[in-house]
């Protein structure tokens, strides 16, 4: 199978590394033939070109393996990749999330594969685990730690007594997290991988409109220490469960108890946990980033292209946003709260936490709206099948 590779930076280097310098007898046959980068990087490798129609129209190219990221152009290479019949993987989370419908209808009417396992997970095997526990069983919730910076962060608070800012500021310097860290700390790459895995598991488009998605940003070492003294750690957890009436989802900080799985997931790890009704919970824990984790998971994919089992999913389980679910909430600010919906109220080396009755999401949302506060820090007491 000969493959080209679009984007030579971190992922798209691993990807070339592994196919070709690795001894597995399965990759033999896998040949990386164009790389497509950045005019100035044109004569590094003779594989390089700066222009896509020469990986478009050329027809000896079976498989292209996106690892640009972000919206444009990777949406249009992609799309004209599959009209060519060129099977397309890609680890680009922002494009799988939002096009993902579009993408896999496209694949089926030019009769090529569209795989996205490195979209979510990194080298976690989540993805093809999620459709092969569907196969058998009704998936009823997921969740998990599925963003490496912010648990890099969260773990470094926690273990170490360091200060958001400082925590952040060393996680860019090691390269965990970019420059503009809002993806990261403000949950939008966690909410494209909820939205990712609920298509996958529920079979269902969800709109990451409609769920709560609160920021990491506004938490400070206080807030470790307050929940240490109820025996919770702080993780920053993404959440997507199935009802009788359709679908709720949260991306917001959590306070797990110490003993939890969760809880002791250290450094920018991750975990991911689905539950079905039959197989009841089980967990995958790896590197969820990182140049060969995510290149491996995308040379799988390339593996996985003449597997004759297709994709399983087609939308066709059209699911509201109709959040039922109880849960506790803590709440620091220094606001006023509209007390009731509040259980307790402390106040802790300074600062106020508001334990909230058990509410379901629409009423926290509003809740926080009414408090008007932008430092404020919310979290989930967590409750999770297994």
């Excluded at 790389?35 to 700066?50: A, E, H, R, S, V």
């Excluded at 397309?88 to 089926?108: G, P, Q, R």
């Excluded at 769920?211 to 702080?234: A, E, G």
Aim: aromatic share 10%.
């Amino acid at each position: 199978m000969k493959i080209a590779i679009l984007g030579f930076g971190t992922i798209g280097s691993g990807v070339h590394e592994i196919i070709s310098t690795y001894k597995a007898k399965s990759l033999a046959d896998v040949e990386v033939v164009k790389i497509l980068d950045l005019p100035q990087n044109k004569g590094k490798l003779d594989l390089i070109t700066d222009n896509f129609d020469d990986i478009l129209h050329d027809a000896s190219i079976d498989c292209v393996v996106e690892t640009m990221g972000g919206l444009h152009p990777a949406y249009e290479f992609i799309t004209a990749a599959m009209k060519a019949k060129k099977h397309v993987v890609t680890a680009n989370k922002a494009v799988v999330a939002k096009y993902m419908e579009e993408f896999i209808a496209l694949a089926l009417e030019h009769k090529v594969r569209f795989l996205f396992e490195a979209s979510t997970g990194g080298g976690i095997p989540w993805i093809a685990s999620l459709e092969k526990a569907k196969r058998v069983d009704e998936l009823s919730e997921l969740y998990g730690i599925f963003n490496g910076t912010s648990n890099y962060i969260l773990d470094a608070m926690t273990n170490q007594g360091k200060d958001f800012a400082e925590v952040l500021k060393k996680a860019q310097e090691l390269g965990y997290a970019e420059a503009d860290p809002s993806a990261d700390i403000d949950g939008y790459d966690v909410q494209n991988k909820v939205v990712i895995s609920s298509a996958v598991a529920y079979n269902t488009k969800i709109d990451m409109q409609d769920f709560p998605c609160y920021s990491l940003r506004t938490i400070n070492k206080v807030d470790i220490d307050y929940f240490k003294t109820l025996n919770k750690t702080v993780k920053y957890i993404g959440e997507a469960m199935v009802n009788d009436a359709g679908y709720e989802a949260f991306v917001m900080p959590n306070a797990l108890t110490n003993d939890t799985v969760e809880a002791n997931v250290n450094s920018n790890f991750n975990i991911a946990t689905l539950y079905g009704e039959s197989i009841g919970p089980l967990k995958f824990y790896g590197q969820g980033a990182g140049k060969l984790p995510t290149a491996n998971a995308i040379v799988q994919d390339i593996l996985d292209i003449n597997s004759p089992i297709g994709c399983l999913i087609d939308f066709s389980n059209k699911l509201a946003y109709q959040p039922k679910q109880e849960n506790i909430f803590v709440i620091r600010t220094a606001n006023n709260v509209n007390m009731d919906v509040i259980a307790s109220k402390e106040t802790f080396e300074g600062q106020t936490y508001y334990t909230t009755k058990p509410i379901v999401a629409t009423t926290l949302v509003n809740l926080v709206k009414s408090i008007d506060d932008a430092t404020a820090f919310v979290a989930k007491v967590a409750q999770f099948k297994g």
